[in-house]
């Protein structure tokens, strides 16, 4: 006759003595590969157990996927810091955990000052069966069509509000930093004009051009 398995209970926490760190459900944390060569996985802790002991503690996780670890792979406009919330549970050792990490919403994390190493962003939900994303389509910008990366510089024209990749409308990043003036064909009848005039200067008028990058801590 099989031996029935011990009763296991819920922590409402459990510090990872190793790291001296306290968790708790709900916590986003970054967790130690089985391949050493490979980035710490990114999971949220969905429940904490124990045995009846207090010992052989596991966590009840939900994965993050990277760009790359997903089905379609890595694409032009995924952010370095971006993942995606899988349907993929699993049970780990609590001991695996590394570190806590958070995992802002898209729109947060495009408002940091700084990003630092356990910042990441999640602006999907993925299937890992069959590679569907949900939301499945995301507003695009530029003339590329791209949905917004957050680690590219993008500019903005001040009339219709649209951005662009300096690359995209035929103008280096440097070039697209030294700008303070920025308008379009439509958005102006002079609006050729001025940035045929703009490439041809130094770029120096009286309006400010908004851009967009994260900046690494």
Not at 62 to 87: A, M
């Amino acid at each position: 006759m099989a031996k029935p398995k011990a009763p296991r209970r819920t922590l409402d926490s459990y510090t990872v003595k190793h790291i001296n760190k306290t968790f708790r459900a709900g916590d986003c944390v970054l967790m130690r590969p089985s391949d050493p060569s490979k980035p710490s996985y990114v999971a949220r802790i969905e429940r904490i157990e124990a045995d009846s002991r207090g010992a052989n503690v596991k966590v009840h996780v939900r994965w993050y996927y990277r760009p790359e670890e997903s089905i379609g792979g890595r694409r032009q406009f995924h952010g370095s810091k971006e993942v995606f919330l899988s349907d993929h549970f699993d049970v780990q050792s609590a001991d695996t955990i590394e570190a806590k990490c958070t995992v802002h919403s898209f729109k947060s994390y495009t408002k940091l000052d700084a990003v630092g190493n356990d910042d990441f962003f999640c602006r999907f939900e993925y299937n890992s069966s069959t590679g569907a994303f949900n939301p499945d389509r995301v507003a695009v910008y530029c003339k590329c069509e791209m949905p917004y990366n957050p680690d590219d510089l993008m500019v903005q024209y001040e009339g219709c509000s649209d951005w662009f990749h300096p690359a995209c409308i035929d103008m280096t990043v440097e070039e697209a930093k030294r700008l303070d003036h920025f308008f379009c064909e439509s958005c102006s009848a002079e609006g050729q004009k001025k940035l045929q005039n703009s490439h041809s200067t130094s770029r120096h008028s009286d309006t400010k051009v908004e851009t967009k990058r994260r900046r690494r801590s």
